[in-house]
């Protein structure tokens, strides 16, 4: 059975310093992995995915995600953080072929300070 | 844009009633989900829908049950509501063809149940 590890329930960051969020998984076989937002009573939204291919991936809102397959890890990244990133965010990993369920992490929650 | 729309933001209901929690999604998607959010936990996923009138249980479906009988709608039921079901639930659709697309979320129903 595949799960997700997101070791920080809380990451604290200033305004315009980099940030990142940590994800690492348990798969078998190669993964889909994405990551996805929350911000304050709003539903989900996507983010940025792995599929096949370079192992960094660039999604909205200037965040980037790097595949590390040897580490099993897909860790979140941005270069320059803002207030408005301030949310809830979770990794989520289907393994290919699956039935297409996604396994989510129980999330991080982000906070950049001014 | 993919919509996706739950029919409550907010609902309250009394232990042993039977809730209806209704999702629409207006982009053809053939697979829907519903999961609940508790914090701490993450998103669980209690069932799924990969066709009309075809469902598959997800990791957590005690106490509930679905209906799909036309492709954009898609219904949780709470047959007897209980106070451990007081939660968030989010509703979710994508297209088909595998699990590397994108999963789309309603703004959720948060439910109380007394």
């Known amino acids: 059975a595949q799960s997700v590890a997101q070791p920080e329930d809380q990451v604290n960051v200033a305004e315009g310093n980099p940030l990142t969020v940590k994800c690492t998984y348990s798969?078998?076989?190669?993964?889909?992995l994405f990551w996805y937002v929350q911000y304050p009573n709003r539903g989900l939204q996507f983010l940025l995915k792995?599929?096949?291919?370079?192992?960094l991936v660039k999604g909205s809102y200037g965040f980037e995600a790097e595949f590390n397959k040897s580490q099993t890890s897909f860790h979140l990244k941005k270069p320059s953080a803002l207030v408005s990133d301030s949310a809830l965010y979770f990794c989520?990993?289907?393994?290919?072929?699956?039935?297409?369920?996604?396994?989510f992490g129980k999330g991080t929650l982000l906070t950049v300070n001014p | 844009d993919v919509k996706v729309t739950q029919s409550s933001r907010y609902l309250v209901k009394r232990t042993g009633e039977k809730v209806f929690l209704e999702c629409v999604q207006d982009?053809?998607?053939?697979?829907m989900f519903w999961y609940r959010q508790d914090p701490g936990l993450g998103l669980r996923l209690i069932y799924f829908s990969y066709d009309v009138k075809m469902k598959e249980k997800g990791d957590i479906p005690e106490g509930y049950s679905v209906s799909r009988e036309k492709k954009e709608r898609f219904s949780l039921i709470l047959e007897s509501a209980s106070t451990n079901q007081t939660s968030m639930y989010l509703c979710?659709?994508?297209?088909?063809?595998?699990?590397?697309?994108?999963?789309?979320f309603g703004p959720g129903t948060r439910l109380t149940v007394l």
């Open positions: 982009m053809d998607h053939e697979n």
């Open positions: 989520a990993v289907s393994p290919r072929g699956s039935n297409y369920k996604l396994t």
């Open positions: 979710a659709s994508t297209l088909g063809g595998g699990a590397y697309n994108e999963q789309f």
């Open positions: 792995y599929i096949t291919g370079d192992n």
């Open positions: 798969v078998s076989g190669n993964p889909y």
